[in-house]
């Protein structure tokens, strides 16, 4: 299998496709590749690590383990987003989550220091970074207060709504982020009740479940007062 030229993960990344071309190749010639299998770590927690990760191509699935050592799924990585962000700052960086790919994955890799130089030269893309680190926090804030409640119907309307866009109005179709166990684990439920529950509101008229991982929200409004039952 041919790996791919670590220039183009670059170019699909949105803290480095603001630069110019010549500056983006430059920091693909410090890019190593590495190729994932299916069911292969690119870490998992307590490994030591000094490196940004982008996927070129594939999915990376990241996962920690709760208090009650269930599995808990953080956030699904694909072509053009990153992770290991965090060990730039941080000079002794040891990782508490599990980062295991879903599929074939291509993965372009740059250590603390290249980054660091990189930054040093373009410090617009700290900017970037840091509109990243807030949007996680902002992910993890969020995830945190839809597991606060015991009621997996109000977990679920949650999560739909997080992934509407506000200007869209009370209908409009849904592109979900992930297959329906992967919301399972990020809800902290089963399969099985994530799809008993989009019944119900489908039942309710509230959605249209569409093929691709899409769905029609046809009253959100509704929708966020079947959440406070």
């Not at 069911?39 to 383990?65: C, F, H, P, W």
């Not at 990585?77 to 730039?88: A, K, M, N, S, V």
């Not at 809800?187 to 989009?198: A, I």
């Given at each position: 299998?041919s790996?791919?030229k670590?220039?183009?993960?670059i170019?699909?990344?949105?803290?480095?496709?603001?630069?110019?071309?010549?500056m983006?190749d430059?920091?693909?010639?410090?890019?190593?590749?590495?190729?994932?299998?299916?069911?292969?770590?690119?870490?998992?927690a307590?490994?030591?690590d000094?490196?940004?990760y982008?996927?070129?191509?594939?999915?990376?699935?990241?996962?920690?383990?709760?208090?009650?050592?269930?599995?808990?799924?953080?956030?699904?990585?694909?072509?053009?987003?990153?992770?290991?962000?965090w060990?730039?700052?941080?000079?002794?960086?040891?990782?508490?989550?599990?980062?295991?790919?879903?599929?074939?994955?291509?993965?372009?890799?740059?250590?603390?220091?290249?980054?660091?130089?990189?930054?040093?030269?373009?410090?617009?893309i700290?900017?970037?970074l840091?509109?990243?680190?807030?949007?996680?926090?902002?992910?993890?804030?969020?995830?945190?207060?839809?597991?606060?409640?015991e009621?997996?119907?109000?977990?679920?309307?949650?999560f739909?709504?997080?992934n509407?866009d506000?200007?869209?109005?009370?209908?409009?179709?849904?592109?979900?982020?992930?297959a329906r166990k992967?919301?399972?684990?990020?809800?902290?439920?089963?399969?099985?009740?994530?799809?008993?529950k989009?019944?119900?509101?489908?039942e309710?008229?509230?959605?249209?479940?569409?093929?691709r991982?899409?769905?029609?929200?046809?009253?959100?409004?509704g929708?966020?007062?079947?959440s406070?039952?």
């Amino acid at each position: 299998m041919s790996e791919a030229k670590p220039y183009a993960c670059i170019r699909i990344v949105p803290i480095f496709n603001h630069l110019k071309d010549d500056m983006m190749d430059k920091i693909g010639q410090k890019a190593r590749h590495r190729h994932l299998k299916k069911g292969e770590y690119l870490y998992q927690a307590g490994d030591s690590d000094d490196s940004l990760y982008v996927v070129n191509k594939g999915t990376i699935r990241v996962t920690r383990m709760a208090a009650n050592g269930k599995e808990q799924l953080v956030r699904m990585l694909y072509p053009g987003d990153f992770t290991g962000e965090w060990t730039i700052f941080d000079q002794a960086s040891e990782h508490e989550e599990y980062a295991e790919a879903i599929r074939e994955t291509n993965v372009c890799i740059i250590s603390r220091d290249d980054m660091n130089e990189i930054l040093e030269e373009h410090p617009t893309i700290t900017r970037f970074l840091l509109k990243e680190v807030a949007n996680r926090l902002m992910q993890s804030e969020r995830q945190a207060m839809t597991l606060s409640t015991e009621n997996v119907l109000s977990r679920l309307v949650y999560f739909i709504e997080q992934n509407t866009d506000p200007e869209l109005g009370t209908q409009q179709i849904v592109k979900l982020p992930m297959a329906r166990k992967d919301i399972a684990a990020y809800l902290g439920t089963t399969p099985e009740t994530v799809s008993r529950k989009f019944k119900e509101l489908e039942e309710a008229g509230l959605i249209l479940q569409l093929p691709r991982r899409e769905i029609e929200v046809l009253d959100l409004d509704g929708l966020l007062m079947m959440s406070d039952r």
